[in-house]
C-alpha cells in the first residue's frame, strides 16, 4: 500500500472513530433528538412530532414504534461500539497497523450505520402513516421554515 492510500485509511479511520454519528450518538430519532445533526435526515424528528398535536392515540402508536425500534437498534449499537474499540486498538498499537484488518472493519461499520439508518427510514415512514394528512401539511411547512432559517443564518455567517 502506497503512503497517500494509508493516510487517506487513516484519515477516514480517524473520522469514523471520532465522529458522534458513528457512535450512534446523534443518528436518528431517539437518543436525544431527530434526523437533524451532523447533515443527516431530519424527517420526523420529535420535536416536529410535539408541535404536530398528535392525538392520545396516535402518541401510543407512534411511542410502540419507537421502542420497538430502540430495542432491535440497541445490538447494532453494541456491535458498532465493539468495532470501534477495535479499529482504535488496531491503529494505535505499538507497529505498523495492517490496512486490511483497518479496511475490512471499516466496512462492517459502515453496513452497521447503513442497516441503522435504512431501520430509521422504516421507522419514519411507519410514523408518517399514523399522521393525518394536515399533520403532514404542518410538517411540511415547519420543515420549509427550518430550512429558510437555516439558509438566512447560513448568509449571515458566510464570509463575504
Not at 47 to 57: N, R, S
Not at 74 to 100: C, N, S, W
Not at 108 to 133: F, G, K, T, Y
Amino acid at each position: 500500500m502506497r503512503n497517500s492510500e494509508f493516510f487517506v485509511l487513516c484519515g477516514l479511520l480517524i473520522g469514523l472513530v471520532s465522529s458522534p454519528t458513528a457512535s450512534g450518538a446523534h443518528m436518528g430519532m431517539g437518543h436525544g433528538g431527530g434526523w437533524g445533526r451532523g447533515g443527516s435526515l431530519s424527517l420526523l424528528s420529535p420535536w416536529i412530532l410535539q408541535k404536530l398535536a398528535l392525538t392520545p392515540e396516535q402518541q401510543t402508536q407512534v411511542q410502540a414504534i419507537h421502542a420497538q425500534r430502540r430495542a432491535t437498534e440497541q445490538p447494532l449499537f453494541t456491535q458498532l461500539q465493539a468495532i470501534r474499540d477495535e479499529m482504535r486498538k488496531t491503529f494505535y498499537a505499538p507497529g505498523d497497523p495492517d490496512a486490511g484488518t483497518l479496511s475490512s472493519s471499516l466496512q462492517n461499520a459502515a453496513q452497521l450505520q447503513n442497516r441503522i439508518m435504512s431501520d430509521r427510514l422504516a421507522e419514519a415512514l411507519e410514523v408518517r402513516a399514523v399522521l393525518m394528512p394536515e399533520q403532514l401539511a404542518n410538517a411540511a411547512q415547519l420543515i420549509a421554515r427550518i430550512q429558510a432559517m437555516r439558509a438566512q443564518m447560513q448568509d449571515l455567517t458566510a464570509e463575504h
